[in-house]
């Protein structure tokens, strides 16, 4: 690869994107203007909200106006003043009272005749009237809440008072309580509803106060104690928190947005200028169109990115500084901008992931027919990323090894630490962090520079859509082995099958052996068996090659699998153990693992507990992802990128987070002896033998802990076993190398695209003039 060649490539579309008003629009105009006029609108609302009266119609009033004793509730026709946490709303409640509405005042009235609680019903039809009456006010929206001061109410606040005042116990066996109607479906009636509870509360409360005054109880009898929480945090350190939740997600969501729309142009919108054919028959390799186009993306994503920064942040600080000094929300002091320093580490951390954001939409842009199908792609982007983006947000979720691991939340987390000054927790996790950052953008790249390589992709011509010619074409021209979609359909089926049995199989007996093989039947039999062989049925001309069933398997290779198997028992213990420390087994998961454990224990013989946790599941699920899906995604032109997609898929059909990690592993190993061998045979035996050691193991360390000072004990019991110490975890580490280095010699059938790729890669050498 040549820099020259990149140079001017990317020089290339430079000019370009300038030349575009959309995208200069899009990438420099839009940020500058968009959070001042969200600022505008956001004080104009305000303003208007701040206009908005309440409306509170109150029935009942004249119970309290002869007792004179009671604080003050309403002066002036407005609650009293007294009782509001914030004096503006005083002026904002409008009180109104049954003969303000004549056409219902009768209705009403019958409101003050309503039983108090614990008092016997009483004219249920009174009842009926009025709260037809009060819910066509609030339908209407001729008030926002109905406040009801029951029949007997001022009757039985007396009977308090007096029963405390003589110490003795009231008559009545509950307390009166006035009733608040209003419509939960309308916002304003809502707002009003809390705010005349918090009214009615202090009132209560001052109520109470006159009460215990009268029968000579101090008040503070009340409230022996006051909690004073003391924020220790300095105000530096608090703002920092709120920036560090904010600004890692608006930067990242804007690098996303500001890479696909160029990343769109550059390649759909190429297709449908025309201009693109001219591009590939320079002498620039495709890799080299490739990374020009990427830097390009990536500038564009970086300054979208820094120039919201900018903008959202300058807009933010002049509208909480103006809500701080008003008063609002109870804001007491005043948001500054982050530190300059955190500001640097976001621009650091914009390059990783606008270019891993850059080449994730180079790809399917290159893969769209035409913009407007491009376009629709951004969808599936935000939803695979806008998770990783919010979980940490998620309260409790910090950065430890086990999230430094998983793309862009480890990022995010890093940033947040940063910001907050943790600087002892960043060294600590920084390299995970950065080392799986760069693997993802190198995979990305590589994706992108697939999708370049590759004519049908490049060329694909735009075509509109029939369900009928389309079914009628998938089972008529089918072809040997299924497609990468049809594969890709394969795994999302046994997903969505499995979400949907296991929320509907729900425990309604004992966890006893004969559930779990019910369950187990189920699962292996419907959710994973079934759709791949009728997919392979139905949309292969060849199942026996799909499936791998065409070819006999040599003896040599079934014995290797057998020796594999044992020589890799004591790797995958040590890589699960290790995986345990990263991320630890929840409670809830070792209870259903000791479940799944007492109920083997019950089998009626261990030859049928093997037979229904190895050999079913091994035979399954080989054949739908070794068989199967394997052979869909062969399609891609690279056999290491079938096998990994592969062992992803079958590592997502396991329930366990652990499992997953686990499964994918393995999924590796044995897709890599399915391409090899060419047979799903071995790869049968390799899981059964696995999946029985799993399960004889446990038997064994029972039988280890009866007598430790056997064989059997020593190999197994204790807690330090002799198999999976560090020397015989190596030495079969070695051996299962060995083993998988001796099959990478055999010849194996390459598709007809991986022939194509590994042509390319030839005459793309630099060693094929030598």
């Known amino acids: 690869m040549q820099l020259k060649n990149v140079k001017l490539i990317y020089l290339r579309e430079m000019r370009d994107q300038l030349r575009d008003r959309r995208t200069l629009f899009l990438i420099a105009v839009l940020p500058l203007l968009l959070y001042p006029l969200l600022g505008t609108s956001f004080f104009q609302l305000t303003q208007f909200l701040q206009k908005v009266e309440a409306r509170v119609l109150v029935v009942g009033t004249r119970q309290l106006r002869s007792a004179d004793w009671l604080p003050p509730l309403i002066r002036d026709n407005r609650f009293d003043l007294q009782l509001f946490d914030q004096p503006d709303w005083h002026d904002k409640i409008e009180l109104y009272s049954p003969r303000d509405f004549p056409d219902l005042a009768d209705d009403l009235r019958k409101g003050k005749s309503l039983p108090i609680a614990g008092a016997a019903p009483q004219a249920s039809a009174d009842e009926a009237a009025f709260d037809a009456a009060a819910k066509q006010l609030l339908d209407a929206g001729k008030v926002e809440a109905v406040l009801v001061f029951p029949n007997g109410f001022e009757d039985r606040l007396r009977d308090v008072r007096q029963a405390l005042v003589q110490r003795k116990a009231a008559g009545a066996t509950a307390f009166p309580e006035p009733i608040i109607l209003y419509n939960s479906a309308d916002d304003k009636s809502q707002v009003t509803q809390l705010r005349v509870d918090q009214i009615l509360r202090r009132w209560r409360n001052e109520v109470t106060a006159e009460n215990l005054t009268a029968s000579n109880v101090p008040v503070e009898a009340t409230t022996p104690f006051e909690l004073r929480p003391r924020d220790m945090a300095q105000m530096q350190q608090r703002q920092a928190a709120v920036w560090s939740k904010v600004l890692p997600f608006f930067v990242f969501i804007w690098a996303l947005t500001g890479a696909f729309y160029p990343a769109v142009d550059l390649c759909a919108g190429e297709k449908e200028r025309g201009t693109l054919e001219t591009l590939l028959t320079s002498p620039a390799l495709r890799r080299e169109i490739v990374w020009g186009k990427l830097l390009t993306v990536m500038t564009f994503s970086v300054v979208t990115a820094l120039l919201n920064l900018g903008s959202l942040g300058m807009t933010?600080?002049?509208?909480?500084?103006?809500?701080?000094?008003?008063?609002?929300?109870?804001?007491?002091?005043?948001?500054?901008?982050?530190?300059?320093?955190?500001?640097?580490?976001?621009?650091?951390?914009?390059?990783?992931?606008?270019?891993?954001?850059?080449?994730?939409?180079?790809?399917?842009?290159?893969?769209?027919?035409?913009?407007?199908?491009?376009?629709?792609?951004?969808?599936?982007?935000?939803?695979?990323?806008?998770?990783?983006?919010?979980?940490?947000?998620?309260?409790?979720?910090?950065?430890?090894?086990?999230?430094?691991?998983?793309?862009?939340?480890?990022?995010?987390?890093?940033?947040?630490?940063?910001?907050?000054?943790?600087?002892?927790?960043?060294?600590?996790?920084?390299?995970?962090?950065?080392?799986?950052?760069?693997?993802?953008?190198?995979?990305?790249?590589?994706?992108?520079?697939?999708?370049?390589?590759?004519?049908?992709?490049?060329?694909?011509?735009?075509?509109?859509?029939?369900?009928?010619?389309?079914?009628?074409?998938?089972?008529?021209?089918?072809?040997?082995?299924?497609?990468?979609?049809?594969?890709?359909?394969?795994?999302?089926?046994?997903?969505?099958?499995?979400?949907?049995?296991?929320?509907?199989?729900?425990?309604?007996?004992?966890?006893?052996?004969?559930?779990?093989?019910?369950?187990?039947?189920?699962?292996?039999?419907?959710?994973?068996?079934?759709?791949?062989?009728?997919?392979?049925?139905?949309?292969?001309?060849?199942?026996?090659?799909?499936?791998?069933?065409?070819?006999?398997?040599?003896?040599?290779?079934?014995?290797?699998?057998?020796?594999?198997?044992?020589?890799?028992?004591?790797?995958?213990?040590?890589?699960?153990?290790?995986?345990?420390?990263?991320?630890?087994?929840?409670?809830?998961?070792?209870?259903?693992?000791?479940?799944?454990?007492?109920?083997?224990?019950?089998?009626?013989?261990?030859?049928?507990?093997?037979?229904?946790?190895?050999?079913?599941?091994?035979l399954c699920e080989e054949l739908a992802f070794r068989g199967f899906v394997l052979s869909g995604f062969r399609h891609v032109g690279h056999k290491w990128w079938a096998i990994a997609l592969s062992a992803v898929a079958f590592g997502l059909v396991h329930t366990f987070l652990h499992q997953k990690i686990s499964a994918t592993m393995m999924g590796m190993i044995i897709g890599y002896v399915a391409v090899q061998t060419e047979s799903i045979w071995p790869c049968v035996l390799l899981h059964t033998i696995h999946n029985s050691l799993q399960l004889s193991i446990h038997k064994l360390a029972q039988t280890a802990e009866l007598n430790p000072s056997s064989p059997v004990g020593v190999l197994f019991g204790g807690e330090s076993p002799l198999l999976y110490r560090t020397p015989s975890v190596l030495i079969c580490a070695a051996v299962a190398a060995a083993i998988l280095w001796r099959l990478h010699g055999v010849r194996y059938s390459r598709t007809v695209e991986e022939q194509l790729e590994e042509a390319r890669q030839r005459q793309d050498s630099p060693l094929l003039g030598a």
Not at 319 to 330: C, R, T, Y
Request: proline share 6%.
């Open 316 to 618: 933010g600080k002049f509208v909480i500084d103006n809500l701080s000094k008003s008063g609002a929300f109870g804001a007491t002091e005043a948001m500054t901008m982050p530190p300059l320093t955190s500001l640097l580490w976001l621009a650091v951390a914009l390059v990783p992931i606008s270019a891993l954001f850059s080449a994730l939409c180079l790809a399917c842009a290159a893969f769209a027919r035409s913009t407007k199908e491009g376009q629709y792609y951004l969808m599936p982007i935000m939803l695979v990323t806008m998770p990783l983006m919010m979980l940490p947000m998620s309260p409790g979720v910090e950065l430890n090894l086990g999230n430094s691991f998983i793309p862009v939340t480890g990022m995010v987390l890093l940033l947040r630490s940063v910001i907050e000054g943790q600087f002892a927790l960043v060294l600590k996790f920084v390299w995970p962090v950065l080392g799986v950052t760069l693997i993802c953008c190198l995979l990305a790249i590589r994706w992108a520079e697939e999708q370049f390589n590759r004519e049908s992709v490049l060329f694909r011509e735009s075509e509109r859509l029939e369900i009928g010619r389309w079914l009628v074409h998938l089972v008529r021209d089918r072809q040997a082995t299924p497609s990468f979609a049809q594969a890709a359909l394969c795994v999302a089926i046994i997903l969505i099958t499995q979400f949907f049995v296991s929320l509907s199989a729900g425990m309604t007996g004992e966890f006893d052996f004969a559930f779990l093989a019910k369950a187990i039947l189920v699962s292996q039999l419907a959710c994973v068996f079934a759709p791949s062989i009728l997919m392979t049925i139905m949309l292969t001309r060849e199942p026996a090659k799909t499936l791998l069933l065409e070819r006999t398997p040599r003896w040599s290779h079934l014995w290797l699998m057998a020796v594999l198997a044992l020589a890799l028992h004591p790797v995958v213990v040590a890589g699960a153990n290790q995986i345990t420390k990263i991320y630890p087994v929840p409670e809830a998961t070792e209870q259903i693992a000791e479940s799944i454990g007492s109920a083997l224990d019950g089998a009626p013989h261990w030859l049928a507990a093997l037979a229904l946790m190895a050999l079913l599941p091994a």
